[in-house]
């Protein structure tokens, strides 16, 4: 179902009012995790200001270690959506087991499954079960095939409203946090007509290598971008390290902007 051969025209995803696929460059912005109401309320209007047209923000956090922030679970969740209630912004937010999507999925409008979670086939079965967008994350070392297979697993459940997204691979370079493979945009546009998104906050690891991969990731042909902003990286709960300030995300919009041709 998500090949291309069997399905020429290239994929749109209907989200509220707005669309992922097709001719729009859906940016996703926001904080690595909710922290606080004034937090996820202040990041999403800021964004919101500099014209993303997505908020993302971790509730319900997969983290190396048991012991790092966990995410605010459901209190989270019910920030996410008074920050959506402020501003309007579609949520974006991961959850990680089907109890989880059982219990939540009427509250988000795309459900983030985590690179972590690429190959958890029953959380993919019981994806496929409902009907809300699916973004789905390439795995920590997972191939090109791979996760066309896992989104296929989504889509033979009868929900076909999935968008891929490359967000770096393990390699023998440590330098970055992963390897950013934008050719795997360009190998799934040839394989199959879903939208892909590029996440380069953490295919990098790094907030100053950001915006220039997001640039990279439109001219190559991406249909979005997931960033992570944050008021205060070096506070940051999470992933400061690769989190961008409001700032200079609304300089990267008006490239982005630029090199996609939007308004
Ligand atoms: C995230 O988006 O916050 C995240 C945990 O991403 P990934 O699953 O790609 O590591
Ligand atoms: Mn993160």
Redesign the pocket.
């Given at each position: 179902k998500a090949n291309r051969s069997f399905h020429p025209e290239n994929t749109v995803i209907p989200v509220g009012s707005q669309a992922i696929g097709g001719n729009q460059l859906a940016i996703i912005a926001g904080p690595?995790?909710v922290e606080s109401r004034d937090q996820i309320i202040g990041i999403a209007k800021d964004v919101k200001a500099a014209g993303a047209g997505f908020l993302?923000g971790?509730a319900f956090?997969?983290r190396s270690s048991p012991y790092s922030f966990q995410g605010m679970q459901e209190a989270g969740l019910e920030l996410l959506k008074q920050a959506k209630q402020a501003t309007g912004l579609p949520i974006v937010t991961?959850i990680m087991s089907i109890s989880q999507l059982e219990q939540y999925h009427e509250d988000i409008d795309v459900i983030?499954i985590?690179?972590?979670?690429m190959q958890n086939f029953d959380l993919l079965k019981a994806a496929g079960q409902i009907n809300k967008p699916i973004l789905l994350?390439?795995g920590?070392s997972a191939t090109i095939e791979e996760l066309l297979m896992s989104a296929e697993y989504i889509m033979a459940g009868g929900n076909e409203n999935v968008i891929l997204?490359e967000?770096?691979i393990r390699t023998f370079e440590t330098y970055t946090r992963n390897t950013l493979d934008l050719s795997a945009v360009l190998a799934i546009k040839k394989l199959s007509h879903l939208p892909v998104i590029v996440?380069p906050s953490?295919a990098a690891g790094l907030w100053w290598m950001v915006e220039s991969l997001s640039k990279a990731a439109v001219a190559v042909g991406a249909d979005g971008v997931?960033i992570?902003v944050h008021q205060d990286p070096s506070n940051a709960k999470?992933?400061g390290q690769q989190s961008i300030k409001p700032e200079r995300f609304a300089a990267l919009m008006n490239s982005l902007r630029e090199i996609a041709r939007i308004d």
């Open positions: 690595c995790s993302r971790g956090k997969p991961e983030q985590g690179a972590r979670n994350k390439r920590l997204c967000r770096g996440d953490h997931i992570e999470c992933d």
